[in-house]
Nanobody, 122 residues
């Protein structure tokens, strides 16, 4: 088990940037693949990005490719989501999650944070 706490959300204008952080507790953080998901009001939760336990592999949903970057620092037990060129449609609650597998579907993730709100104004 790993406990996750997101931070870094906020209100930003379209075209702006934000960096989300997800701090993990527990000594097994480096053994998990870490993902970011988001959920907009009235919509289903959506996969955003995933990074392997080593950081060597990443994968993104098409809508954020070239704008978002996922990274991790295993020494700090933290995963990041750098978001640039933000659009109003990026507005959502963003969640980080941990999985034993490099996965793009939520049901393969066992541990979730509480979420952080990102609002992009037009």
């Amino acid at each position: 088990q790993v406990q996750l706490v997101e931070s870094g959300g906020g209100l930003v204008q379209a075209g702006g940037s934000l960096r989300l952080s997800c701090a993990a507790s527990g000594r097994t953080f480096s053994s998990y693949a870490m993902g970011w998901f988001r959920q907009a009001p009235g919509k289903e939760r959506e996969f955003v990005a995933v990074i392997s336990w080593s950081g060597d592999s990443t994968y993104y949903v098409d809508s954020v490719k070239g704008r978002f970057t996922i990274s991790r620092d295993n020494a700090k037990n933290t995963v990041y989501l750098q978001m640039k060129s933000l659009k109003p449609e990026d507005t959502a609650v963003y969640y980080c999650a941990a999985s034993a597998r490099f996965a793009v579907v939520g049901y393969k993730y066992d541990n979730w944070g509480q979420g952080t709100q990102v609002t992009v104004s037009s």
